[in-house]
């Protein structure tokens, strides 16, 4: 299905105004101070330099995660991100000594940071922190030199403070200059009346358990795969089978950032091995190469996901270099872990207690038209309440957009294939479609209350009240449709609009911006409608429909 929404995004410039670029450079001055910070610590208290490594990557990705941040949660990382470093030391010392018990416990923690998220959005930040020094850990795992001493545990919960100390600086700075934009908070919840779930739904784990024990048996079965196939590169399968679990929005999701992940983990392998050579161990130059490339992957990694894997791969690949080994013995063995890796993730997350994408899609959609039907219904004299609505449908929006990706490569894999000789064009809606509709309508919902916040007497106008009355029936017409409730199906609103051929609209220009935006908030409720079908049909009751004219 062509439609205007299904071409919003492409027509979108990537990043417009450079807000990524921007954030890029913070972070990057993140990674350089605790890099500068960490060869200072190595070198004073003589410690092996996969400290530093570890620094910069706890800074690379303490930088995403505390991204939109507020100073309550940098505070919580500044005591989290010690304590965990602390915790990974501990796991790295038993590699050595009793890898399997190192790990189970590895194991146990990425999945206790996944399943914390049930405790809400600082919990889930938490959570996110406290994975990251184990992921440092199998960027740079333990060798066989001689054990450390747990002296060697303070030092790393010392450099994981002063990596998370210079993210939290860097970025408050730059928020405060206006360099990056103010975090958007995710706004309070509405209070909800408890209903009785359903029989179905008590006998399934939640959601955040589900993925816990997705990643639990990612994590776990690559540690028993990567060190039967292969005992002294293991880390690259965990590592793989860890990036394709973390943050899973639905198999649909998996699979494709399984796929992205081995694409560009090859392309970075194959182009770095062929770079690598150029170098020689301990180089400086390598170094910097690898801060340009890490720069680069960080300000992509927005635009796909496979750029990010084809520069980190690439990082990788140079960093092994620079500790002597040769990368062009390792370029098989890398893309294979990675392969059995991702395949490892993918499996992990079809098979065990799965999340549907559609169950997500049509979760994620219901969530935003609730804050869609809620803010057509508050008063245009109650500001606050408007722009709490605004804010809500927002963050819903942003939440489905998440989950966008994957849809959009159905989609455009779909319209390739129907391309192809002896292909037939699909006439049917793509499930990205609801993605792009429910983005489309950010735009004319800010018409709406910025119209009403200026004169709240647009809201109560007779025109508009009967067209917002329309919409927002349209609006619960879609959400029974989700949940496949009965009652009145989608109608289109300007089907049931009079017109009379040549007629120019009457109204003031702010009555006629208000009722256009309405127009277009139901156009979009009917992509989504030709995507979910019509709710099951209501009695003779709920068939009343309020007459637009």
């Not at 450099?159 to 206006?178: E, F, I, P, Y």
């Not at 009079?498 to 979009?524: F, I, T």
């Amino acid at each position: 299905m062509s439609s205007y929404f299904s071409r919003i995004p492409r027509s979108v410039r990537f990043d417009p105004g450079l807000r990524l670029l921007r954030g890029t450079a913070v972070t990057t001055a993140a990674m350089l101070a605790s890099y500068g910070s960490a060869l200072l610590i190595e070198h004073f208290a003589r410690l092996r330099v996969d400290v530093v490594v570890q620094a910069v990557v706890l800074a690379a990705t303490a930088a995403r995660v505390q991204l939109g941040a507020d100073r309550y949660d940098r505070l919580l990382g500044l005591a989290v991100l010690p304590a965990a470093g602390a915790g990974a030391a501990e796991v790295g010392r038993l590699m050595t000594l009793h890898p399997n018990a190192a790990d189970a416990l590895f194991t146990l923690g990425t999945a206790l940071a996944v399943w914390v998220r049930r405790f809400g959005p600082r919990a889930t930040r938490a959570g996110s922190l406290l994975v990251l020094p184990l992921v440092a850990l199998l960027v740079v795992p333990p060798g066989t030199g001689p054990v450390p001493g747990h002296d060697h545990t303070l030092w790393v919960a010392l450099v994981a403070v002063v990596s998370g100390a210079w993210v939290a600086v860097l970025q408050a700075v730059a928020v405060r200059t206006g360099l990056v934009p103010a975090p958007v908070r995710e706004p309070a919840p509405e209070p909800v009346p408890p209903t009785q779930p359903e029989p179905e739904a008590r006998r399934r784990p939640g959601v955040h358990t589900r993925t816990a024990l997705q990643m639990a048996g990612a994590v776990g079965g690559a540690f028993v795969a990567g060190r039967a196939v292969w005992p002294d590169h293991w880390a690259w399968v965990v590592l793989t089978a860890f990036i394709v679990c973390s943050g899973a929005r639905g198999r649909g999701d998996v699979l494709f950032k399984g796929l992205q992940r081995a694409v560009g983990a090859a392309a970075g392998t194959v182009v770095a091995t062929a770079v690598a050579g150029s170098f020689g161990p301990h180089e400086d130059a390598a170094v910097v190469l690898i801060f340009a490339v890490l720069a680069v992957a960080t300000w992509l990694r927005e635009l796909s996901y496979a750029y990010w894997a084809a520069c980190v791969t690439a990082v990788l690949s140079l960093l092994y270099g620079w500790f002597g080994q040769s990368s062009d013995d390792l370029l098989r063995t890398r893309l294979a872990a990675i392969g059995l890796g991702a395949a490892v993730g993918i499996a992990a997350s079809w098979l065990i207690l799965p999340l549907r994408t559609r169950d997500v899609l049509r979760r994620r959609t219901a969530d935003a038209l609730a804050a869609l039907t809620e803010l057509l219904g508050v008063a245009g004299t109650d500001r606050p309440a408007l722009e709490r609505g605004r804010a809500r449908f927002a963050y819903g929006a942003a939440q489905l957009e998440l989950l966008a990706r994957p849809l959009r490569a159905e989609r455009r894999a779909s319209g390739l294939a129907g391309r192809l000789p002896g292909g037939t064009p699909s006439t049917h809606p793509y499930r990205a479609d609801v993605v792009d509709a429910v983005a489309a309508c950010e735009a004319p919902l800010g018409v709406l209350v910025d119209g009403a916040v200026a004169d709240p007497a647009l809201w109560s106008d007779p025109r508009v009240a009967r067209l917002n009355r329309a919409v927002a029936a349209n609006s619960a017409a879609v959400r029974r449709a989700i949940g496949r409730r009965p009652g009145p199906a989608y109608q289109a609103v300007r089907a049931r609009i009079p017109r009379q051929p040549g007629a120019v609209p009457a109204g003031s220009p702010e009555q006629l911006r208000m009722l256009a935006a309405l127009l277009a908030v139901d156009d979009a409720l009917g992509t989504m409608a030709a995507v979910f079908g019509d709710p099951p049909p209501a009695g003779p009751e709920a068939a009343e429909e309020a007459e637009v004219s």
